[in-house]
């Protein structure tokens, strides 16, 4: 009997050992799971990082550029007869697009709301023969790439030689125009008190069709659109040979987008560094574009 009790006494204490051995075997595994699923956290925290990381990039590089222009401002931005978009401006764009990866959108705009669709992100940015002189704290410009000059167009047989000779007679510019600008600067104020009249147009294409019908008598504009109406219509018009004012084209980008400008900026310095700009600007030597150039000089 009492060899009976010791074998049972015996068996209690395995029992007992067997399960404290159990315990201490399991508490390992039971310590190690927190630090298993932070581990596993990380890691799918990593490469979700990662994922975005390389969607931004490739949302980046494949991104859409959104040009705003006036589609009747030869030779920027117009449209020719197959009805394309094209002209100095949007190739320059064209190739900034083609070096970065990026698609270009050709958005034509109403130049009188250019600021509602530049501020309300409905285009990136507005590049058009866009005169920055006067503007520098409107808009984040770019570097200016083009030496303009505003002028003034009349009918080939007019007896209007200078300035001087537009009193009492009917002017015409396009509305928010740098031509405009122009005349409305304290300095020309006199200049224009002696017109009979200062007309506001949408385009330019309508102003020259004015002139030439007799309804005005001259033209304020851009001498680039001056020259391109020249090249077609050397018969019908002339310019005078005194410039209203001098200025500088820029790309202008929303108030404070510095990143997108630097982008851009960074592409046309290579350009003007590699001789594409001046290639391009070639095509157009017609307008004078070539000897116009001042980005890279």
Request: glycine content about 8%.
């Given at each position: 009997?009492k060899k009976?009790s010791?074998?049972?006494m015996?068996?209690?204490?395995a029992?007992?050992?067997?399960?404290?051995?159990s315990?201490?075997?399991?508490?390992p595994?039971e310590?190690?799971?927190?630090?298993?699923?932070?581990?596993?956290?990380?890691?799918?925290?990593?490469?979700?990082?990662?994922?975005?990381?390389a969607?931004?990039?490739?949302?980046e590089?494949?991104r859409q550029?959104?040009?705003?222009?006036?589609?009747?401002?030869?030779?920027?931005?117009?449209?020719?007869d197959?009805?394309?978009?094209?002209g100095?401006?949007?190739?320059?764009?064209?190739?900034?697009?083609?070096?970065?990866?990026w698609?270009?959108?050709?958005?034509?705009?109403?130049?009188?709301?250019?600021?509602?669709?530049?501020?309300?992100?409905?285009?990136?940015?507005?590049?058009?023969?866009?005169?920055m002189?006067?503007?520098?704290?409107?808009?984040?410009?770019?570097?200016?790439?083009?030496?303009?000059?505003i002028?003034?167009v009349?009918?080939?047989?007019?007896?209007?030689?200078?300035?001087?000779?537009?009193?009492?007679?009917?002017?015409?510019t396009?509305?928010?125009?740098s031509?405009?600008?122009?005349?409305?600067?304290e300095s020309?104020?006199?200049?224009v008190?002696?017109?009979a009249s200062?007309?506001?147009?949408?385009?330019?294409?309508?102003a020259?069709?004015?002139?030439?019908?007799?309804?005005?008598?001259a033209?304020?504009?851009?001498?680039?659109?001056?020259?391109?109406?020249?090249t077609?219509?050397?018969?019908?018009?002339?310019?005078?040979?005194?410039?209203?004012?001098?200025?500088?084209?820029?790309i202008?980008?929303?108030?404070?987008?510095?990143?997108?400008r630097?982008?851009?900026?960074?592409?046309l310095d290579e350009?003007?560094?590699d001789?594409?700009?001046a290639?391009?600007?070639?095509?157009?030597?017609?307008y004078?574009l070539?000897?116009?150039?001042?980005?890279?000089?």
């Amino acid at each position: 009997m009492k060899k009976l009790s010791v074998m049972v006494m015996a068996g209690v204490m395995a029992l007992g050992m067997v399960g404290c051995g159990s315990t201490a075997a399991e508490a390992p595994a039971e310590s190690t799971a927190p630090a298993a699923e932070s581990t596993a956290a990380e890691t799918t925290e990593s490469t979700v990082e990662a994922q975005t990381e390389a969607t931004d990039a490739q949302t980046e590089a494949g991104r859409q550029f959104v040009v705003g222009f006036d589609a009747e401002f030869p030779p920027y931005g117009y449209k020719d007869d197959s009805g394309e978009y094209v002209g100095f401006d949007l190739d320059l764009a064209q190739e900034v697009c083609n070096r970065l990866g990026w698609t270009l959108v050709k958005q034509p705009i109403d130049w009188d709301a250019k600021d509602m669709e530049l501020n309300s992100g409905a285009i990136d940015c507005i590049w058009n023969g866009f005169t920055m002189t006067g503007r520098e704290d409107e808009y984040t410009f770019s570097k200016p790439y083009v030496d303009n000059s505003i002028v003034y167009v009349v009918r080939a047989d007019s007896d209007i030689q200078t300035e001087a000779d537009l009193a009492g007679n009917h002017v015409i510019t396009q509305a928010g125009s740098s031509a405009l600008s122009a005349l409305q600067d304290e300095s020309k104020a006199d200049v224009v008190n002696s017109f009979a009249s200062l007309d506001e147009i949408a385009d330019y294409n309508t102003a020259f069709m004015n002139l030439e019908a007799g309804t005005n008598d001259a033209i304020a504009v851009d001498i680039g659109v001056a020259q391109y109406q020249l090249t077609t219509k050397a018969d019908k018009f002339r310019m005078l040979e005194e410039p209203l004012s001098t200025e500088q084209y820029a790309i202008g980008f929303k108030k404070g987008n510095e990143e997108l400008r630097d982008q851009v900026q960074a592409t046309l310095d290579e350009m003007a560094e590699d001789g594409t700009l001046a290639e391009i600007a070639a095509k157009y030597k017609d307008y004078n574009l070539d000897q116009m150039l001042c980005l890279g000089k």
